[in-house]
């Protein structure tokens, strides 16, 4: 079933069909070496010791952090999805699009 503002969009223009992007083949990547248990055990640790400062954060604040964590991930997804397609390859979809 076809949306109803769609359906009118290509009523009045026509179905747009996107131009295909290029096809970037893989390069691969070098992976990471494996985080070890006890780096991971200590990153668990001082994340359970800041839990209640979380809990016990009033919304205003918790909103403010949580806007620089999206703020962050934006000013780095251009250059994510640029990375992500030199290692996965696309396939005529363009960079980015598992973002």
Do not use: H, Y
Request: glycine share 8%; with cysteine; hydrophobic share 35%.
């Amino acid at each position: 079933m076809q949306q109803p503002l769609l359906g009118l969009i290509e009523r009045g223009c026509g179905r747009v069909k996107p131009s295909p992007k290029p096809v970037v083949l893989p390069e691969g990547f070098e992976p990471m070496p494996a985080t070890s248990e006890d780096s991971l055990n200590k990153i668990v640790t001082a994340l359970d010791a800041k839990s209640q400062t979380w809990v016990d954060m009033p919304p205003r604040e918790r909103a403010k952090l949580l806007r620089r964590c999206i703020d962050t991930t934006l000013a780095v997804s251009e250059e994510a999805a640029e990375a992500a397609t030199r290692c996965k390859g696309s396939w005529g979809a363009g960079v980015g699009e598992e973002l």
